[in-house]
């Protein structure tokens, strides 16, 4: 039976809104209208604790997890204790209203270069402050790079044979393994914060810590939890004290009766057990705080609130301490807080996860571990405070379970997303339950599942997942198989696995091994680093506070990272699956017939982009009734044996941590990203196209709905164990009712003969119209807080890379009461212009396009010239290259030693720098090798040492496009960034990365301050 005392009439709860509750409505106008910040605080505790307090520790020999409890007892006690504006709740995630956290160890020194930018950049741009920007070159960024992140030391731990992994990473169109970033795609045991508190956790570790027969590294365990658990219970009487420091200085009575209740709470909990809804959330928002400060903030999840909570808020309700109203405000306050912080992203990361939020999950409802309802009245309260904030974090995931919860909270469900326009996404319980269950997680256990991230299911509080741990590009696989193991972004570039190429190929079956081959080859190379990424974990990255609000850990002694947890996996993400199976069906159908040159006409055709001379055979395979989505047998033959086999490959594997890899098929902002690296494929998909997200079908290949959402609920839900991103759109008009909406769930969740159907579906309310207004008028204030659904996630429209945009804009939109996708025209999206270039840049760029018509002059030479010649002129131009080159490379040596320069601390850059840096192309017509050495930079030295890092231009003319300004605003010469070049691959690194994050930034100051 539902734990709900609303009646049906009052569960939208319609008299609360922001008009009647101004505090939530101030605390949202000042989110929107803030602008994020950078925070240096948490960077500035680890690296002082690192490089000075620890030193000085009498056991500074200590194991990686005692070493971990004392640094992060260090942090939380040095963490600022501030309570924002308006707040009932304590404590910030950062120093700033809005903050950008940076995690030394992990990946912010790719921010190096920008630091002096950041600010202003075109897209999603971050505030810096001067004195920021010198602590973290000068003192910050130069300690991690000689003591090494996690990249870093994972890369100096590769055999031999296993360098080509780091390899693949780097060329970024083959996978994304997410452990040099993060580690945190989980979800913590809240229920133990509000069950227990911290400190009977830490009474329970001491008395194991001091039971007999504990070996050395359980005590270290034991230990480390004790210390790192008292940093939190101290920071939360700072935040006591601030709030005692508030309330005598506060002028309103009601303000000063809001900060004395803070303080009471704050000296309580978490370090005891809460006894009220106030004081528990105020308890899990503290550890919440904590736990960003040890782990990124990339998908800390917090599982199911709505059951965690209850038993306190009904019992606040029954005794008349708490009315619905003021629970929405607290909740409201909660949920704000949760947003309070943004993750980093580099300027060229903006082309792969642009626009994402922290992803930090929420669950509501679904079935208790009995199976019951578990729908109760705080379900219904964090649905209201979620209509009526409309924020991207958290990101709201709710349970249903066909037959056992009620009808009215499946149309509640959908009132809310047809309001939000994107908010909350649906899970089956029949479904997700049963997958759980088949990866041996207990019947009670996956009845207990919470959502991690985007989409991804796990037994809540009990599971370390990490669920993001691998992003896996399909189409690559598809590309080596069709060019005997060369994709097309890397040219002639031949990396591990070699088989036939397509056009040599006898069979479609010939093939299908082929791509297997492929595709076996990847995952193993994929698996194989982010196992040497989580053992480098395991020594520099131990997480006790994570481990102790952990189901498993304290029972077994032993960290997450160590295996600690009652259930361990390692998730994977799939992206361009329905491009991927529309392709191999193409070429099933069209590229291997009888006739002999089928396959080398579709091989033809997609390396000319689908040009003019096919577009008989273009037509032909879009038009193809057999495609991924429909009622084809051969798409979903296709689809059936490719997921079988990534899942059983995948679940072939063991992980660092002794469990298996589970598949997904969510895509975040990738399937947009990759597309823009991928050419033309055999599905009919055209050059640097986004692919389709998550497990959707490609936009216009699934016209009629039914068939659409029968194909995927036909889909084995069981091979599909780390969640799944089914994205559809419909428009907000008459027919996009509640009651349609939810009819159309409970059918997709459900099939015809009562077996589950789909794991997940999620809904963008929107049309194209709409969002097509936003792209030509994104400052205006109407559209700041237009969320939308990605692939998993949701995000704010406006801060989408526009490649992003475009992929959501062209989604296929379906009208809910015909069922059938309503056809628009394609739309192009259309450059906005850049900013008028200052004197400098315009004086370069000058310069730079006289020397660059002289190329061009002296290229159509080449090109008319003979062969035997051609080959000497190439290597004069490439000289010529290399040559200019050098001339700016004396030039920022020149400026280096210039005792006018006008900022007297650049030199100090490379005061105590040694590195040494070779700058090439493949065929060496172009080498330089720059050495920073007792405070100098020399050019080409005699002797030099073996290079620190290598980077090698694919040819002369990469070096020539990255060197020399463009007639085109696209490549202004004062916007060059070294990561894009990578990213397009103009460029191949060999070594530590971090060495170019420096020397990018020594290069980009000398643009932004010309000589006096």
């Known amino acids: 039976m539902s734990n709900v005392t609303f009646t049906v009439e009052e569960l939208g709860l319609r008299d609360i809104t922001l008009k009647n509750m101004p505090r939530l409505q101030r605390m949202r106008d000042r989110h929107f209208d803030g602008k994020p910040a950078i925070c240096t605080e948490l960077p500035r505790n680890i690296t002082t604790f690192w490089k000075e307090k620890l030193a000085k520790l009498p056991d500074k020999d200590d194991s990686p997890e005692l070493k971990a409890g004392k640094l992060y007892q260090y942090v939380m006690e040095r963490k600022e204790a501030i309570i924002a504006q308006d707040n009932l709740l304590a404590g910030t995630t950062t120093t700033k209203p809005l903050g950008v956290l940076l995690y030394p160890d992990l990946y912010p020194l790719c921010i190096w270069p920008e630091l002096e930018t950041i600010g202003t950049r075109k897209k999603n741009p971050f505030d810096i402050t001067p004195a920021q920007i010198k602590e973290l070159n000068s003192v910050i960024f130069p300690y991690w790079l000689d003591k090494g992140t996690i990249m870093e030391a994972t890369r100096k731990a590769l055999k031999e044979s296993d360098q080509e992994c780091a390899a693949l990473q780097e060329r970024l169109v083959y996978y994304l393994v997410s452990k040099p970033e993060c580690i945190s795609h989980t979800i913590p045991h809240y229920g133990m914060v509000v069950k227990r508190g911290l400190a009977d956790i830490i009474r329970e570790a001491r008395k194991e810590e001091d039971k007999p027969g504990k070996s050395k590294e359980q005590k270290d365990f034991y230990r480390a939890v ?76 917090l599982g199911r609130l709505d059951q965690i909570l209850y038993d306190l808020y009904a019992e606040d309700i029954k005794k008349g301490h708490l009315t619905p109203e003021k629970a929405v405000e607290l909740v409201g306050c909660f949920w704000l807080g949760i947003a309070d912080h943004v993750p980093m992203i580099p300027e060229a990361g903006e082309e792969l996860f642009g626009g994402s939020g922290s992803n930090q999950a929420i669950t509501l409802g679904g079935v208790d571990r009995d199976g019951k309802d578990a ?58 339950i049963d997958t759980l269950k088949s ?89 194989t680093f982010n196992n040497y990424c989580g053992r480098t974990h395991q020594q520099m990255h131990p997480c006790p506070m994570l481990s102790a609000l952990m189901e498993g850990c304290m029972e077994k002694g032993q960290d997450v990272l160590m295996g600690g947890a009652t259930y361990n996996f390692s998730g994977a993400a799939m992206i361009g699956l329905a491009d991927v199976v529309d392709s191999v069906t193409a070429i099933q159908e069209f ?106 079908p490609v936009s216009g290949s699934a016209p009629v709905l039914p068939a659409c959402l029968n194909f995927i609920a036909g889909l084995d839900h069981t091979k599909i164990t780390n969640g799944q991103a089914l994205n559809l759109k419909f428009p907000p008009t008459a027919t996009t009712t509640p009651a349609l909406l939810s009819q159309t769930i409970q059918g997709y969740f459900l099939k015809a003969d009562r077996s589950p159907g789909g ?254």
């Not at 909270?409 to 908010?423: F, G």
């Not at 804009?809 to 394609?826: H, S």
């Open 226 to 301: 004790q210390l790192a658990l008292q940093g939190i219970i101290t920071y939360a009487g700072h935040l006591a004290d601030e709030a005692d420091r508030q309330a005598g200085m506060a002028q309103n009575q009601e303000r000063r009766d809001e900060l004395q209740e803070i303080s009471r709470i704050c000296r309580k909990v978490p370090a005891a057990k809460p006894e009220t809804f106030h004081e528990a959330l105020q308890a899990i928002w503290i550890c919440k705080i904590a736990l960003h400060q040890e782990n990124a903030n990339l998908a800390l999840s």
């Open 375 to 432: 729908v109760n009245d705080l379900t219904y309260v964090m649905l209201k405070a979620t209509e009526l904030l409309v924020l991207r974090d958290p990101n709201v995931n709710a349970r249903y379970y066909p037959d056992v919860n009620p009808p009215e909270y499946l149309q509640r469900l959908c009132e809310v997303n047809i309001t939000t326009k994107a908010t909350p996404c649906f899970h089956n319980d029949l479904a997700v």
């Open 439 to 527: 990866q041996g997680v207990t019947e009670q256990d996956a009845r207990d599942y919470g959502v991690i991230g985007c989409v991804e299911p796990f037994s809540a509080g009990r599971t370390f997942g990490h669920s993001g741990a691998i992003l896996f590009n399909l189409t690559s696989a598809l590309e080596r198989t069709l060019f005997g193991g060369k994709h097309r972004l890397t040219k002639d570039e031949l990396i591990g696995e070699q088989t036939t190429p397509a056009v040599q190929m006898n069979s479609f079956d010939e093939f299908q091994g082929a791509l297997k081959r492929q595709l076996g080859w990847l995952i193993d190379r994929a698996v």
């Open 591 to 696: 590229g291997f017939p009888h006739n002999g040159n089928a396959m080398a006409k579709m091989i033809a055709a997609i390396e000319s982009d689908w040009g003019e001379g096919y577009r008989d055979l273009y037509a032909k395979v879009k038009n193809s009734s057999h495609k991924y989505g429909t009622d084809s047998p051969l798409a979903k033959d296709n689809a059936k044996w490719l997921m079988e086999f990534l899942h059983n490959t995948f679940q072939s594997k063991e992980h660092y941590r002794g469990g298996k890899y589970t598949v997904g098929y969510w895509t975040m902002t990738n399937h947009a990203g990759f597309g823009m690296l991928t050419g033309a494929l055999p599905n009919g998909r055209r050059k640097g196209e986004s692919f389709a997200s998550g497990i959707t």
């Open 759 to 1012: 794991l997940q579906v999620q809904f963008n309310i929107m049309n194209r119209q709409k969002l097509q207004e936003v792209t030509q008028d994104p400052g205006s204030p109407e559209y700041r807080d237009l969320l939308v659904r990605v692939s998993g996630y949701t995000a704010y429209f406006k801060d989408l890379n526009p490649q992003m945009q475009q992929e959501i804009i062209n989604r296929a939109e379906y009208d809910l009461g015909t069922k059938q996708e309503i056809r628009y025209p394609y739309y192009e999206r259309k450059e906005e212009p850049e900013p008028e270039p200052g004197l400098v840049a315009r004086v370069v760029t000058g310069l730079g396009n006289i020397v660059r018509y002289v190329g061009n002059w002296f290229g159509e030479l080449i090109h008319r010239t003979p062969a035997p010649i051609r080959d000497f002129l190439k290597m004069l131009e490439d000289k010529s290259t290399g040559d200019f080159l050098e001339g700016l490379l004396h030039f920022m040596e020149f400026r280096l030693e210039d005792p006018l320069h006008l900022d007297p601390e650049y030199h100090k850059n490379i005061a105590k720098f040694q590195g040494t840096y070779r700058f090439q192309d493949q065929k060496s017509n172009i080498e330089t090798v720059v050495s920073f050495a007792d405070g100098k930079m020399r050019i080409n030295p005699d002797n030099p040492p073996p290079a620190d890092l290598t980077v090698t231009f694919q040819d002369g003319d990469c070096l020539r496009n990255f060197l020399l300004p463009s007639p085109t605003p696209k490549r202004d010469f004062l916007k060059k960034d070294i990561m894009k070049s990578i990213l397009n691959h103009e460029i191949t690194v060999e070594g530590n990365l971090n060495l170019l994050y420096k020397f990018g930034y020594l290069a980009n100051h000398l643009i932004l301050h010309p000589l006096p």
